[in-house]
Structure formats: C-alpha cells, structure tokens
C-alpha cells in the first residue's frame, strides 16, 4: 500500500521534471547542430576515430575458413545426400551412372504430388482445404513454375524437420536451465530474429559457398527461432497439476519431459511448426542468392531483367506455395489443439492411414506412368498457360495511360516527403543521437536500458556506418509512420464492425504468409527502382500487425467498461476517446513496435531495388563475399531494431502498469 | 448409501483408534521465501506468524503435528491459501517441507533416495487432482494405464487392469474417449481410476470434486463410499465444503493459516470446537446429521420410554420417531442395558438450533 502511495505521489511530479529535462535535451542537440562547423566532430563520426570491427571479423572468418575447411566440407557432404534425395524426389530425377549408361530415375509425378496434395488438404480440415491446397499445387503446375516449385520445396522439406529437432531440444534445455535461458537463449533469439536474412546470407556463402547445401543451412538457422521459442512456451504451460501427476505416478525424469510434458504442448509446438515452415519459406526464397535456386531465383533473375511478367509469374507461385503451406500446417495444429477424437481403432495400416495409404500408392502409380505416358512426368506444354505478356502488357498499358500521374505523385513524394526527412535524418549529430537515446531509455526503463540504448547506438557510429544508420532510419521510420497512419484507422474500423473484421482478417493474414520478395514486384513494376518503390513494398509488409493489434486491443476492453461510460452519459465519441483508446494503447503501441521490426526486416530486403542505406551495405558485401562488411551492417542493422524494440516494450510495460 | 456413511463414521469414530499409523506429520513447515530453512532451523522449529511474516516469507504450513491411521479417510479442510494443498504436497514430498518430518510408516520420507521415492510413488501412493490432470494426448484406456505403463508394464498386462478399473468406476464403453469428449464428473472417475489402477495403499484427493457441480458432486462422493467399502485405503482428502467433509470423513482436520487448529471426528468439531474459527465453520451444519444419540443423552429420570437407541446413532436417524412417539427414548450400549435417556425436547431444540443447557450433561 505504502508503494502505491509514493508511487503516485512521485508521477505527478517527475511528469513536468521530464518535460524540462526533454526540453532542455533538445535544446543541447540543436545547439550541437547549430555549432556544427565548431564540433564537426560531433555531428559526423570522424573517419580517422572509426574502429575497424569489420576487419576483425573479416580476419576471423577467413581464420575459421582457412582452418576449418576439412569440417565446412564434410558438413556440405552430409547433408548434401539428404538434400539431394529429397531435390532429386521433386525436382530433377536421379541420374545414376554417366554418359551412356547413364540410368534415369524418374521424380515424383507432378499428377501424384497434386493428388497427395489434395489428400493431406482433405485428412487435415476437410474438402474445402483439400480443394484449396490441391488447387495452389495445380496452379504452380499449369503456370509453369512446377520444377522451380519443387526445387524450393524440396530445400524446405529437408530443413524444416532440421529446425524442428533443434528448436525441440534447445527449447528443452533452455526450459531446464533458467540461468541459459536469460543469459544465452533469450538474448541469442532478440539477435537472431532481428538480423536481417542477407546478413545470414554472407558467412554461409564464405564457409559453404555457393550451393543448395549453404542455401539450406541458412534457412535452417533463420528460421528455428520460432521452433525454441514455441518449445519454451509450451513447456512452462503445461499445468502445474499435469505435472504433479507425472511425479506422482513416478515418472522418472526422461519419461516425464518425453511422455507428460512434451505431449501435453503439442498445440504449442504446432504452432511453432507452423511458424518454422513459413519462415523457412521466406528464408529459401532469399537463399536463392546464395545458390538455393527455386522460386526465388526466378524472380531474381526476372527482376535483375527487369521482366516484370516473369517475375510477377514466379511471385504469384510463391504466393500460392506459401498459402498451401500455412492453411496446411494451421490446420493440422488446430486439430492438434482440438485434442482427438474417438476412432474405432482397427489393425490393419489401410485402415487406419486410410488418405496415407492412398497418396503413396497414387504417388507409385503416377510416377509408374510417367516412365510411359510422358504426361504425367513433367507437365505438358500443351495445357501451360503462361500470362508473362499479360502482366507486361497490363504494366506497359499502365505506364502509357497514367505515367504523368505517376511520375508526378513519385516526384512530389521524393521532393516534399523523402528528400527533406533524409536531409534532416543524414544531419543528425550522432552523439545527440546516443544522448537522447540514452535519456528515453532512462527515463523508460532505468540505467540498464539507459546504457544499452546508448551502447548499440555508438556501435553503429564507430563503425563508421552513421550515415547509412539514419538513411535506413529514415526510411523505415517513414515506412513504418505511413504503415502505422493506413494500419491503425482499418483496425479501428474492423474493431467497430464486425463486417468490416471479416473483410480484413482473410485479406491480413494471406498478407502476412506472403514472403517479403513478392511485395516487391508490383510495385517495382510501377514505380520502379528507387527510395519510393522502397517505401511502398515496405508499407504494404508492414502494414499487418498495427491493423491486427488495434483491431484485438480495442476488442478486448471489457464491455462492462464501455457500458459504465455509456450509462454515464458519455457520447460514443468520448467513450472511444476516455476510456476504450487509453485501455488499448498498450496493445496498438506493441503492434506499432511490431510494424516497426517488420519494416526493418523489409526495408534491407529493398537494397535489391537501390536503396542507399544498410541494406544495400550488406547487398554489396554480399555480392562481393566480404563478410566482415556484411556482419557489422547487418548488426547494426539488428541493433537498431533492438533498440527500437526495447524503448517501446519498456513504455507498452510502464502504460501497462499505469493501467494495472 | 446412507447407512454404510453411518456405520463408518460408527466404527471410525471410536476412540483410542488401535489401527497402525500409516503417514505422520512432526512438526513440518513449509516456508516459501529466501533462506527459509536458515531461519526455522535457527530458531529450532518455533516460530510465530508475526515472526515469519517479519521475516518476508510466506508460512505456507506452519508445525504441523498430525497422525493418519489405516483405511481412515482424512480430511484436511480450511479456506482457501490456509495451505491444504502445500500440507498434502509436504506428504507426498511433492514439495520439500522446510523442516520437520514426515513418516510413512515409521520411515522419514524425506530421506530415502530418489529411486526409493520413485519405487514409493509407482506402488504405495496415488493421487487425485482438483482439475483431473488427464493426459489429453490419451484415450481414457490409455490415461488409466499410463501409470503401469511407466513401471514398465506390458500393453496386456496393463490394459486388462486398466479394464479392471474402468468397470470399478463404471466407464466401460468409453475406453477410446478421449478426456475432451468427457463430461467434468466423468473425467474425475477417470482420474480417480488412474489413481487406484497401481492399487496405491494411500490415496491423496485434493478437491477432487470442487470442479463439478452439486449433483454430479454428491454421485461423486456415494462413489467414493462405496469404493472405500470395497478397497479400505487410507484417505488424505482436500475440500472447502463441510457438508462434504461430514459426509465422508473418519477424522477432519481443519487449518487456518498454515496452521491446523483442531483434528477431530465431526462430531467432536460441532459439540466442542476449539476456537470461533471453527465454529464459524461448523456452524451452518446439519447438526442432526452430526451429532449423534451420546451427546444429547441426559441421565434417565424414571420417565416411560418410546424405544431405544444405541450411543452412536445420529440424531436425524430417529428424529421423526421420536418426535411422532412424543416420549423420551432410551439409549441402550451394546449388551442392552440403559444408559441414559434423549427427549423429543431435546430433539425439537436440536432441530430448531435453540441451544439450551442440557440437563444431563
Ligand atoms: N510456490 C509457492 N511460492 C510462494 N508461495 C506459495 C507457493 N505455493 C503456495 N504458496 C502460498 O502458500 C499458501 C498456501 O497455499 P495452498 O495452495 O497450500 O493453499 P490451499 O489451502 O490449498 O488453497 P486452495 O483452497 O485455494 O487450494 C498461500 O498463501 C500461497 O500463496
Ligand atoms: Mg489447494
């Protein structure tokens, strides 16, 4: 009681102290930048202070590669056979021997793949998924895009279970060991799933080269994150009384985590399936830079081309992979989390894999065939659409008709919006960067954050990166401003109708399956290259968690509440502006972070579409193989969404708090 | 069902129990907190609310000295956060008391190995839980057999006892439910048939029925009876509701803060509490159903009588007799012979809940 008494006590007061303060921080990073020809020190980073870190790293990791070639090598070797069965299943036929005698094993038939396709749709949620999934198979493979298609799938079939059992048993242990799971996992994770995905890119590429295998790895450490995480959730969920029993029944140890616990999250472990697999998606459509071809490498070369059929082509396949995919596995998760249901168990294996049984046996069937009917092997070109011209002549007629108003609305966003924000950004003293960082961190969260904030934001300085720190700053903060600005009124007009909801919710979470790369292609066909494209691409990623975040925190202020106002006479607008706005502030402020993340993440992805910033940072070292350039960009890159994150987390935890 | 409830509660509440003590609590508490077993252990095991609290710890369960018989039905009754469950935990070493012993059968269970305790667990204990902790992963046949399965039994072996108990608890036909297509009152059979599969000698319930509703709850406990006529374990039972607890127990203990007040038969907690604590507890009872013929007896006073009732019969057993009879009826011991005498006035008064000094007493 006495706590809460100091602490209201004290907030009136520091309220106006902190006003000064920021006041008078504000007025010292002005003055900085005024007196700027008498500090320029102050203001750009000078060149002779910057410390070398990506040299140290380069000379590291061509340490690591000089040395540890035999291991690299022998880590290709292994899981190149896993790899190559499973690309040689979907995609390219075994070739056993050479030359003449060369003997041919034929891949999965593209006839039986969409069938078993269609069939694990049905066995997971029923005929309309079936109908769904079957129909993105189908589509991939009437437009064309089959052995491309497969390639990719192929890569992510054998990496998904790879992060699967990694993310089980680091999970695990993170779950045993409290201590591993602050100091190590926790911090590992925020890293991890802050780097940008070309930054995981480069140290493949330079320990395990160009190819499929170093393509797979990557995706493999991308995306198992979600996998550690679900298993630490799910795990510390599990009933307190479940756990009991399992000691109760004299479990030991072993039998307890394999036979109690880990059974028992299974929803939650499906959710982190779930994840993994849409993630390795996006991360082997950006692998194909690094050799995993698929997909991606279509829609690489296309826009390196500037074919925007194609590569609208190649997308649109992408899109359909990705949702097959994420309807597939939400299914199976949902009806793991639905629990089961009696079945009459019967002995024999047809009987009880009825839709198993049937999809190896039409998969045999049709593979059989294809050695005879050529049709059912590869997909005839007769009944290949292709709709490349369409999409070109869509776009040309577009750019004919309507090119005045887009140039002039791409001018006016450059000149009025994009110039100015850069300038202003680019000027921006460094060290009053760090000093107003480090005060919002005090004021939020106290010292610690106060010397994280601060720390990470001299990183970026003393690498000599600064200025292309505030140009990736500018633009995603734009991104995500513009994001926020579009993103919040939808979510307030779906949390109002509930029309509205149904509308938006199917359309945000196809969104937010789609793999980063396919946003870019329409827009680049419109706007072409440059900061605006950028922009655009990175709204339309971003734009999903503020509508998703404010639409669920508006919806969850307790209706008993809004009835209190409105018996208390206030009109529908003050209710919305006293008490359902201040009660959901929280939940919009995290889904604002999460835009925030998202368009970093997309922002880096952009380099491919000339932006000047980080991104294109740790394009360039990528395409050069310079690792060390490469690490330090896209940690800082990491860094500051880090930064970000923390400062709102700590203000969403204080609001939260305030709230009680 | 009625009558087996009183002839139990006639054969358990006898005094000078001569049953062998099956589990002994010696001054056991459980201190959550930082430096817990320091600071009971400096002060020798005394400690006061005050003290704890001082202290910055939670008294969870404070020196608590108890003793269960076997085949009795213990229960442990308080309010919720007096700390039954954390007791019950301390018995099963569930969690570790922060000092104190706890014996099962003579032996301080707090020292034998892990493997012993395990080895304990699988053959000599079982529990019931509040919220059924069902495997949800399992069918109903494979929850119960589970258990078994962790000893390392067969899948014959031990579906065919888990068919055992299935049919003891009447769920035969659901064996392939799953515990979502279960309704609450027959998750708790299945949680209760998990429980006796290992056939455990003692049996800890903590609320196994709280989370059902009044009906299913009263089915419930006719349940237990007639499994406790049938297996004769010895039961640590949990529960917030006095009625349940008259309804079932030998013994009731009841506990406020860490501490238990007073362990007695029901009857001894309704004629003769021990603190306004516990008679605020009792005092909603049907006393009727508690109080039996001995208590309200007076000296006879040569008046004719209407019949006869033996020392240990309930009140509301022959209250409608009495009353309709309008004479005093006699209470008679074991060989026949006369020891005092009930008035339909006393009886009416009971009823009524008008207390008057006894004249006899
Ligand atoms: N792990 C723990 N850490 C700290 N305090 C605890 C812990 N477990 C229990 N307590 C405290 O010990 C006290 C007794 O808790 P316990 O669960 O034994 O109560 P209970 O009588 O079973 O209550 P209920 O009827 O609600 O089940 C409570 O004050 C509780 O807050
Ligand atoms: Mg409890």
């Known amino acids: 009681m006495t706590v809460t008494a100091s602490a209201s006590e004290a907030r009136s007061r520091p309220v106006q102290l902190w006003l000064v303060v920021w006041a008078c921080a504000l007025a010292a990073v002005l003055a900085v930048f005024l007196l700027q020809d008498r500090l320029p020190w102050a203001v750009n980073y000078p060149a002779s202070a910057i410390v070398p870190v990506a040299d140290w790293v380069s000379a590291l990791m061509n340490l690591i590669k000089s040395n540890f070639s035999w291991l690299t090598r022998s880590i290709t070797?292994?899981?190149?056979?896993?790899?190559?069965?499973?690309?040689?299943?979907?995609?390219?036929?075994?070739?056993?021997?050479?030359?003449?005698?060369?003997?041919?094993?034929?891949?999965?038939?593209?006839?039986?793949?969409?069938?078993?396709?269609f069939l694990a749709g049905r066995a997971a949620g029923g005929w309309k998924l079936g109908?769904?999934?079957?129909?993105?198979?189908?589509?991939?493979?009437?437009?064309?895009?089959?052995?491309?298609?497969?390639?990719?799938?192929?890569?992510?079939?054998?990496?998904?279970?790879?992060?699967?059992?990694?993310?089980?048993?680091?999970?695990?242990?993170?779950?045993?060991?409290?201590?591993?799971?602050?100091?190590?996992?926790?911090?590992?994770?925020d890293l991890m799933q802050t780097i940008p995905t070309f930054a995981y890119l480069i140290p493949m590429l330079l320990l395990f080269g160009n190819s499929p295998v170093s393509a797979m790895i990557a995706t493999a450490?991308?995306?198992?994150?979600?996998?550690?995480?679900a298993?630490?959730?799910?795990?510390?969920?599990?009933?307190?009384?479940?756990?009991?029993?399992?000691?109760?029944?004299?479990?030991?140890a072993r039998q307890k985590l394999w036979r109690v616990l880990l059974p028992s999250a299974r929803p939650a472990l499906m959710v982190g399936v779930n994840q993994v697999i849409m993630l390795a998606l996006n991360m082997v459509i950006?692998?194909?830079?690094?050799?995993?071809?698929?997909?991606?490498?279509?829609v690489l070369l296309a826009l390196r081309a500037l074919k925007v059929g194609e590569a609208m082509e190649a997308g649109l396949a992408i899109v359909a992979l990705a949702i097959a995919l994420d309807r597939l596995s939400q299914a199976i998760a949902r009806n793991h989390a639905k629990g089961h249901v009696y079945q009459e168990v019967s002995p024999s294996f047809w009987r009880r894999y009825p839709n198993l049984t049937l999809a190896v046996a039409i998969l045999a069937v049709t593979t059989l065939l294809g050695l005879f009917v050529p049709a059912f092997a590869a997909v005839p070109k007769a009944i290949i659409f292709t709709t490349a011209p369409l999409w070109k002549t869509a776009v040309s007629w577009i750019t004919i008709n309507f090119f005045d108003t887009i140039e002039a609305f791409r001018v006016a966003l450059i000149l009025n919006v994009l110039n100015p924000v850069r300038a202003f950004c680019e000027g921006f003293p460094w060290l009053g960067a760090v000093f107003l960082l480090g005060l919002a961190g005090y004021q939020l969260g106290g010292l610690r954050l106060?010397?994280?904030?601060?720390?990470?934001?001299?990183?970026?300085?003393?690498?000599?990166?600064?200025?292309?720190?505030?140009?990736?700053?500018?633009?995603?903060?734009?991104?995500?401003?513009?994001?926020?600005?579009?993103?919040?009124?939808?979510?307030?007009?779906?949390?109002?109708?509930?029309?509205?909801?149904?509308?938006?919710?199917?359309?945000?979470?196809?969104?937010?399956?789609?793999?980063s790369f396919c946003f870019i292609i329409p827009v680049?066909?419109?706007?072409?290259?440059?900061?605006?494209?950028?922009?655009?691409?990175?709204?339309?990623?971003?734009?999903?968690?503020?509508?998703?975040?404010?639409?669920?925190?508006?919806?969850?202020?307790?209706?008993?509440?809004?009835?209190?106002?409105?018996?208390?006479?206030?009109?529908?607008?003050?209710?919305f502006l006293r008490v359902q706005l201040p009660l959901a502030l929280p939940e919009i402020m995290l889904g604002i972070n999460q835009t925030i993340l998202m368009a970093l993440a997309m922002i880096i992805i952009c380099a491919m579409v000339g932006t000047r910033d980080l991104g294109q940072e740790v394009f360039i070292a990528l395409s050069k193989a310079d690792s060390g350039r490469g690490i330090v960009a896209g940690l800082a890159i990491a860094f500051i969404g880090i930064v970000a994150d923390r400062l709102f987390n700590a203000w969403t935890a204080k609001a939260r708090a305030r709230l009680g | 069902m009625a009558d087996t409830t009183e002839q139990m509660l006639q054969t358990a509440g006898t005094p000078r129990d001569a049953r062998p003590i099956k589990l002994a609590c010696r001054n056991v508490w459980k201190l959550f907190g930082a430096n817990a077993a320091n600071f009971i252990c400096q002060r020798d095991g005394k400690a006061s609310m005050a003290e704890v609290a001082a202290a910055g710890l939670v008294g969870a369960v404070r020196g608590v000295d108890l003793e269960i018989r076997q085949g009795e039905i213990f229960i442990i009754m308080g309010l919720s956060g007096s700390g039954k469950s954390t007791l019950v935990r301390c018995m099963s070493r569930l969690v570790e008391p922060t000092h104190g012993k706890v014996e099962f059968e003579g032996k301080d269970l707090l020292k034998i190995s892990d493997a012993a305790l395990i080895e304990l667990r699988r053959h000599r204990m079982g529990m019931v839980f509040q919220n059924f902790a069902l495997l949800p992963h399992l069918n109903v046949l494979e929850n119960i057999a589970f258990p078994l399965g962790i000893q390392g039994q067969d899948r014959p072996t031990r579906e065919k006892r888990a068919r055992e108990v299935i049919e003891l608890v009447g769920l035969r036909g659901r064996e392939h439910f799953y515990p979502r297509e279960l309704s609450g009152g027959q998750q708790q059979r299945v949680g209760i048939a998990r429980s006796l599969a290992t056939k455990p000698e003692i049996w800890f319930l903590d609320e196994p029925f709280s989370a059902l509703d009044p009906l299913i709850r009263r089915e419930m406990q006719d349940e237990l009876m007639r499994l406790q006529t049938m297996l004769h374990k010895t039961i640590v039972f949990i529960t917030h509701d006095f009625d349940e607890a008259i309804r079932l127990a030998d013994r009731i203990a009841i506990m406020k803060d860490g501490e238990v007040i007073q362990i007695g038969t029901p009857e001894e907690l309704v004629v003769s509490p021990a603190t306004d604590y516990v008679a605020e507890f009792t005092r909603d009872v049907d006393r009727a159903k508690v109080i039996s013929a001995r208590s309200l007896m007076r000296a006879c006073d040569g008046a004719e009588h209407g019949g006869v009732v033996a020392p240990d019969a309930k009140i509301s057993s022959f209250s409608a007799d009495i009353v309709?009879?309008?004479?005093?009826?006699?209470?008679v011991n074991g060989s026949g012979k006369p020891i005092g005498e009930v008035t339909p006035q006393a009886v009416i008064d009971l009823l009524a809940g008008i207390e008057r000094p006894r004249a006899g007493a």
């Open chain 1, 221 to 229: 450490i991308f995306a198992t994150p979600p996998m550690v995480r």
């Open chain 1, 286 to 298: 950006i692998a194909s830079m690094i050799g995993a071809g698929g997909l991606g490498y279509d």
């Open chain 1, 450 to 515: 106060a010397a994280l904030a601060a720390a990470l934001t001299v990183f970026c300085a003393v690498t000599g990166l600064w200025e292309k720190t505030m140009a990736t700053v500018y633009l995603c903060g734009i991104s995500a401003f513009i994001a926020s600005l579009i993103g919040i009124p939808i979510g307030l007009m779906a949390s109002r109708s509930d029309r509205v909801e149904k509308i938006v919710t199917p359309v945000i979470d196809t969104l937010q399956v789609l793999p």
């Open chain 2, 324 to 331: 309709s009879a309008g004479k005093p009826f006699a209470v």
């Open chain 1, 131 to 189: 109908a769904l999934v079957g129909g993105c198979f189908l589509y991939i493979a009437l437009f064309g895009q089959w052995t491309s298609a497969m390639l990719t799938l192929g890569l992510i079939s054998i990496a998904v279970p790879f992060c699967i059992v990694t993310g089980l048993f680091v999970g695990i242990w993170a779950w045993r060991k409290p201590w591993a799971e602050r100091l190590l996992i926790s911090p590992a994770l």
């Open chain 1, 77 to 117: 070797a292994v899981l190149g056979v896993p790899l190559d069965f499973a690309l040689g299943l979907l995609a390219k036929n075994f070739k056993i021997g050479h030359g003449a005698d060369m003997l041919v094993l034929p891949r999965l038939s593209w006839v039986g793949v969409c069938i078993a396709a």
């Open chain 1, 524 to 575: 680049v066909m419109l706007f072409r290259v440059g900061d605006v494209t950028a922009m655009i691409a990175t709204v339309a990623f971003a734009v999903v968690p503020a509508i998703r975040y404010t639409n669920h925190g508006l919806r969850q202020v307790p209706p008993a509440l809004i009835e209190a106002a409105k018996v208390s006479g206030c009109t529908r607008r003050q209710t």
């Open chain 1, 231 to 252: 298993t630490m959730l799910g795990l510390s969920r599990v009933p307190s009384e479940i756990d009991d029993f399992s000691e109760m029944a004299g479990c030991t």
